[in-house]
Nanobody
Framework: QVQLVESGGGLVQPGGSLRLSCTAS????????MGWYHQTPGTERELVAT???????NYADAVTGRFTISRDNAKNTVHLQMNSLKPEDTAVYYC?????????????????WGKGTLVTVSS
């Protein structure tokens, strides 16, 4: 059973910083893309940033230049460094990973989600 566990959310003042982390555990062959999405009440979950297994990042326009995504493949971990936080960044942040498993005859990819961590940006 694969699990994604997030940490690092909390309350921060506008202009402040937070670092989110997510670690994948369980039995699997490899991890492809990992990323972060956020969601506020009444809205759909939206992409924040993703990073490929080779380290290529992709960011939503709203966070470009303020957030940095990174990963440690040896530790099955992805991080999101969030700087210059704004009140509109307030949301539940979810870790996402596309994980590959191997059977006798083929590979299968499946998307997993963490339970989410709340980030609140307020003075």
């Amino acid at each position: 059973q694969v699990q994604l566990v997030e940490s690092g959310g909390g309350l921060v003042q506008p202009g402040g910083s937070l670092r989110l982390s997510c670690t994948a555990s369980g039995t699997f062959f490899s991890i492809n893309t990992m990323g972060w999405y956020h969601q506020t009440p009444g809205t759909e979950r939206e992409l924040v940033a993703t990073i490929t297994s080779g380290g290529s990042p992709n960011y939503a326009d709203a966070v470009t230049g303020r957030f940095t995504i990174s990963r440690d493949n040896a530790k099955n971990t992805v991080h999101l460094q969030m700087n210059s936080l704004k009140p509109e960044d307030t949301a539940v942040y979810y870790c996402n990973a596309i994980i590959r498993n191997r059977t006798t005859f083929h590979f299968t990819d499946r998307t997993y989600w963490g339970k989410g961590t709340l980030v609140t940006v307020s003075s």
